[in-house]
């Protein structure tokens, strides 16, 4: 029975979405600007960072077991910086 077992897990459709915007950001280039696809998601922001956590966790994990993953770590340190940015922005409304 190795291998044979469910790991249910729910996440909010519109985290997919963060997904997208933050790999784009990522990966693509992608300026500010794509943040207006996401601009009528209220809790987009939490969404963000999980979406960072996530990537950087799966990265985290590659460089553990010894692939040379810190460079593409770092790659995510401008959409970080950008999305506490906007959690700053978001808490003095």
Same mark, same amino acid.
């Given at each position: ?7 249910? @897990?729910?996440?909010? *459709?519109?985290? @997919? /979405?963060?997904?997208?915007? @933050?790999?784009?950001? %990522?990966?693509?280039? *992608?300026?500010?600007?794509?943040? !207006?696809?996401? %601009? ?20 985290? !994990?590659?460089? /553990?077991?010894? #692939?040379?993953?810190?460079? *593409? ?5 401008? #959409?970080?910086?950008?999305?506490? /940015? ?5 808490? /003095?409304?």
């Amino acid at each position: 029975m190795t291998g044979d077992y469910l790991c249910p @897990a729910w996440r909010p *459709a519109v985290y @997919a /979405r963060a997904i997208i915007v @933050a790999d784009a950001l %990522d990966w693509c280039g *992608a300026d500010e600007s794509i943040l !207006g696809l996401v %601009d009528d998601i209220l809790e987009i922001w939490q969404l963000m960072v999980r979406a960072e956590i996530f990537r950087i966790a799966i990265y985290d !994990g590659f460089h /553990r077991l010894g #692939t040379d993953s810190l460079d *593409a770590i770092n790659g995510h340190l401008n #959409t970080v910086n950008l999305v506490v /940015r906007k959690l700053h922005e978001f808490e /003095r409304q």
